[in-house]
Nanobody
Framework: VQLQASGGGLVQAGGSLRLSCTAS????????LGWFRQAPGKEREFVAA??????YYKDSVKGRFIISRDNAKNTVYLQMDNLTPEDTAVYYC???????????????????WGQGTLVTVSS
């Protein structure tokens, strides 16, 4: 699976962005999908994910971010609202077909990664 992320940019605090990640391959619907982010000098961290038919979120983004997927378009989205400067990071999409639930929030357990898209939130 090859993933291509897009949609990052510069936005003011309180603003919104929608990230997209399009995947190659004909078995997209069978993959678990996730978004992670990495701020400068920090470790990559979990943001949101689909695992089977359930969604999971980092606590600090609950109520502000929504992950969604369109299997017909082989695309997963991350709608980000009410952004804060603390959301500034490179955002990565990830996919995996063999993930177990306990690994959803562990970036190193995911097999496939997009190239990252930079989100910068100004105060």
């Amino acid at each position: 699976v090859q993933l291509q992320a897009s949609g990052g940019g510069l936005v003011q605090a309180g603003g919104s962005l929608r990230l997209s990640c399009t995947a190659s391959g004909r078995t997209f619907s069978t993959y678990h999908l996730g978004w992670f982010r990495q701020a400068p000098g920090k470790e990559r961290e979990f943001v949101a994910a689909f695992f089977r038919k359930n969604t999971y979120y980092k606590d600090s983004v609950k109520g502000r971010f929504i992950i969604s997927r369109d299997n017909a378009k082989n695309t997963v989205y991350l709608q980000m609202d009410n952004l804060t400067p603390e959301d500034t990071a490179v955002y990565y999409c990830a996919a995996d077909s063999r993930l177990i639930l306990s690994s959803v929030r562990t970036w190193s357990d995911w097999d496939y990664w997009g190239q990252g898209t930079l989100v910068t939130v100004s105060s």
